[in-house]
């Protein structure tokens, strides 16, 4: 395989792996919408935009199912943080988790994307001997 050919085979594996981790998710913890929807599209744009790149299969599979406990772990700390806050101000602080909860899920998404990114880099230059 070139170096330029994107690995289909990984994407295929990897967007089949996504969708099994979500409605894993969805199906035995019976999450909030808000959880599954935010996990659904980690899974999608992870699999979409890392799995078609080099490296190991096993590396971008340990990385996506990190991804999903960081996830999991955000969104229910997130949750509690929510509760708390909407009991204490009230309708104020609703108004402002529908605004900002989507861009405060980013973070989390951004971030681990980054981080993965920077994963399978360092083991291709490895594997290239510059390091």
Do not use: C, Q
């Amino acid at each position: 395989m070139e170096n330029g050919e994107l690995k289909i085979d990984h994407l295929v594996f990897g967007l089949l792996m996504g969708t099994d981790f979500s409605f894993s998710l969805w199906y035995f913890l019976k999450l909030l919408d808000e959880t599954i929807l935010t996990l659904a599209l980690f899974n999608f744009l992870f699999a979409s935009l890392i799995f078609p790149l080099n490296g190991a299969l096993t590396k971008k599979i340990f990385i996506l199912a990190i991804g999903n406990i960081i996830g999991l772990v955000w969104n229910y700390l997130f949750y509690l943080f929510a509760y708390t806050a909407a009991s204490s101000l009230g309708n104020l602080f609703s108004i402002l988790y529908i605004i900002l909860s989507p861009f405060i899920n980013l973070i989390w998404i951004v971030s681990l994307w980054a981080i993965s990114l920077t994963m399978l880099a360092s083991s291709k230059r490895k594997v290239e001997g510059e390091i």
